[in-house]
């Protein structure tokens, strides 16, 4: 048995007592309650200002948002199907575990996006206008769906043409390793991670660098540009503990094998919640536009006018 079949195997025998599994149950659907009732005030902030319409910048955001709230939801709903009904049909894990998936892959290629718009905003003002255009920003949003079709669907197909029907029918403890066992799958996603990892760090770094040295003689824009990017970098990192986790989940395995399901529970905190509720302080609350409408709507404040 290699390791990420033992670390399958560690996580379907082993069951939280009561008092844990409640305790771990609550604190995901609070954190999730929390973050996408500010993101559901991003959104409506969004969609009652035409003002954010033309600018690429918000629709850029706009889409992680979406994605971020369609993520945690996924997400929260299979830790909760885990510890009530254990065991689902194959076919239903495949459906939430592939839209999962396209919507955690999508977060860094977006964050990725955002930091280019912000390096253009700051190092090619003049030109801001006609390289970020609407229409080339909702293209750029579909090359990050296409993109992460393209690293997932294959292995729906590879499924589909390895196992048998009857495989489908079954039901099992639903995770990617259960729901896509193929050992081919795991090379290409471990491979896939890898080249995602370079390419977003790559476009991070130099877009960072470029803004820190334009913001050292440059305005207090170029400045906040420059934080700005230090944030994404930081989501960045949080996300990419996605790409390295199954690096990860091995070597929590040979180091804590009696506390592993513990270990599991904090790297999904970290990895999966954290990087979510980190939008809304870029956006939500360093943003001013952003940040004077976005207190009426979460405080549910009107205006007088």
Not at 101 to 118: D, G, K, Q, R, S
Not at 137 to 143: D, E, N, R, W
Not at 190 to 208: E, G, K, P, S
Request: charge should be positive.
């Amino acid at each position: 048995m290699n390791v990420s079949s033992a670390n399958v195997t560690v996580v379907i025998e082993y069951r939280d007592s009561f008092t844990k599994a409640v305790t771990k149950n609550v604190i995901v659907v609070v954190l999730s309650i929390s973050i996408n009732y500010i993101n559901a005030g991003l959104i409506q902030t969004f969609r009652k200002h035409q003002i954010f319409y033309l600018n690429p910048r918000y629709i850029l955001f706009i889409h992680l948002v979406v994605n971020d709230m369609i993520q945690v939801t996924l997400t929260v709903m299979l830790f909760i199907i885990s510890y009530i009904l254990y065991k689902i049909n194959v076919s239903v894990c495949c459906v939430f575990i592939l839209l999962a998936l396209f919507t955690t892959e999508n977060t860094p290629l977006n964050l990725a996006c955002m930091a280019v718009e912000c390096y253009i905003a700051i190092c090619f003002p003049l030109r801001h206008m006609q390289i970020c255009t609407v229409k080339r920003t909702l293209t750029l949003i579909g090359l990050i769906w296409t993109t992460s079709l393209l690293s997932v669907l294959p292995d729906l197909f590879i499924t589909l043409a390895m196992q048998p029907v009857d495989f489908f029918h079954s039901r099992v403890f639903c995770l990617r390793e259960t729901a896509f066992p193929n050992p081919h799958i795991i090379k290409k996603r471990d491979i896939t991670y890898i080249v995602y990892l370079v390419i977003v760090w790559l476009v991070i770094f130099y877009t960072y660098f470029r803004i820190m040295f334009t913001a050292q003689t440059a305005s207090k824009d170029a400045k906040k540009a420059r934080n700005t990017i230090i944030l994404h970098g930081f989501q960045v990192l949080l996300c990419m503990a996605i790409y390295a986790e199954p690096l990860l989940k091995q070597a929590l395995y040979q180091w804590f094998p009696k506390n592993y399901p513990d270990s599991l529970f904090a790297c999904y905190i970290i990895a999966q919640m954290l990087p979510r509720s980190i939008s809304s302080i870029i956006y939500g609350l360093r943003d001013k536009a952003f940040r004077r409408y976005l207190k009426r709507y979460l405080f549910c404040k009107v205006n007088p006018q």
